[in-house]
């Protein structure tokens, strides 16, 4: 399936947000903004497991909106606790979202946890259509509460995230997991998994 890559960016609250569009060969059916690992530790826009949840969306029929928190590549600012980082993905929901399309938010790892808030954010006003939390992480931010049909996937053998620890997040919200067995936090040789288990559980 053919998509078109488009670089662009959005203002943020601490200056310009650098994003990347990836548009779908037809009209899309939805659009989704997807948050990247931990800044300090080497993430960004063009993390390998964002990238694969970017396709995987396209697939799906999916704009994509890929970005950079600030500090990160192109993006002005600089590091502000994963408190000034909701901000930055509320920014960029609200330069990308259209009014006519469902709205989805994934993150993955540190993006995991800034994705629940920002979905927590806007459940009042603007409900999120659902929610895709890859390795979140739960052992070290405060990852809010999701709606049930939210798709949560982690690696058995995360060294990152501890399995256990978003289980113990789970389990007082009865909500599924789905875990990758002898899997760690990058996810290294199962990228086409990972696909195929967001293509599979949107598709239903």
């Given amino acids: 399936m053919h998509s078109t890559v ?3 960016g959005c203002d943020g609250p601490a200056g310009h947000l650098q994003c990347v569009v990836d548009e779908p060969a037809q009209a899309p059916r939805g659009v989704v903004v997807l948050c990247h690992p931990h800044p300090q530790h080497g993430g960004t826009m063009d993390n390998k497991v964002i ?3 970017a396709r995987a969306f396209v697939q799906l ?3 994509s909106v890929r970005f950079n928190f600030r500090g990160v590549g192109e993006s002005q600012g ?7 980082e909701i901000d930055d993905a509320l920014a960029v929901v609200q330069a ?3 009014a006519a399309l469902p709205l989805s938010i994934g993150g993955f790892s540190f993006g995991g946890y800034v994705a629940s808030q920002v979905a927590a954010r806007l459940a009042d006003t603007q409900p999120v259509e659902r929610l895709v939390l890859v390795g979140p992480a739960t052992s070290t931010f405060k990852v809010a509460p999701v709606p049930p049909d939210t798709l949560v996937i982690h690696g058995e053998a995360d060294d990152v995230v501890p399995l ?3 289980l113990d997040w789970a389990r007082p919200q009865a909500l ?3 875990v990758l067995p002898g899997v760690g936090h990058f996810f290294h040789g199962q990228l086409p998994r990972l696909r195929s288990l967001v293509t599979q559980a ?3």
Avoid: N
């Fill in 96 to 98: 990308y979202r259209d």
């Fill in 164 to 166: 256990q620890a978003t």
């Fill in 176 to 178: 599924p997991v789905v």
């Fill in 51 to 53: 990238q694969t949840l």
């Fill in 61 to 63: 029929g999916y704009r």
């Fill in 202 to 204: 949107w598709a239903r």
């Fill in 78 to 84: 600089e590091w502000a606790q994963g408190v000034g």
């Fill in 6 to 8: 488009r670089h662009t």
